[in-house]
């Protein structure tokens, strides 16, 4: 199982509405995409002070490397990821990806 995490730092005027946006067509490729278990998003909670300005994220869940690789290859997930991308903050600057290969 892969836990793919993306942290965001947006742009100040990306509004919270728009950032649901964003959450809700992610979580609208489970089921779309083969192996993309689950999506869950949403803002750091801040237990500790540590996130380098990254103040949102989400965490998708795939079956394995394959799967994630349909994910990133698919029209979908690049049309959201291009709109992830614009409301970054300096665009894939305000990014951050860690992939767990987990058992």
Request: net charge negative; proline share 4%; with cysteine.
């Given at each position: 199982?892969?836990?793919?995490?993306?942290?965001?730092?947006?742009?100040?005027?990306?509004?919270?509405?728009?950032?649901?946006?964003?959450?809700?067509?992610?979580?609208?490729?489970?089921?779309?995409?083969?192996?993309?278990?689950?999506?869950?998003?949403?803002?750091?909670?801040?237990?500790?002070?540590?996130?380098?300005?990254?103040?949102?994220?989400?965490i998708?869940?795939?079956?394995d490397?394959?799967?994630?690789?349909?994910?990133?290859?698919?029209?979908?997930?690049q049309?959201?990821?291009?709109?992830?991308?614009?409301?970054?903050?300096?665009?894939?600057?305000?990014?951050?990806?860690?992939?767990?290969?987990?058992?």
């Open positions: 199982m892969i836990q793919h995490c993306v942290f965001v730092r947006f742009r100040p005027e990306i509004s919270a509405a728009a950032k649901q946006a964003l959450w809700a067509e992610l979580q609208a490729l489970v089921g779309v995409i083969p192996g993309l278990r689950e999506v869950r998003a949403g803002a750091n909670a801040r237990y500790e002070d540590l996130d380098h300005g990254f103040t949102d994220g989400f998708a869940v795939f079956d490397r394959a799967a994630l690789a349909t994910y990133q290859a698919h029209p979908a997930h049309a959201t990821g291009a709109k992830l991308v614009q409301a970054a903050l300096g665009g894939l600057q305000g990014l951050m990806v860690f992939d767990l290969d987990l058992p």
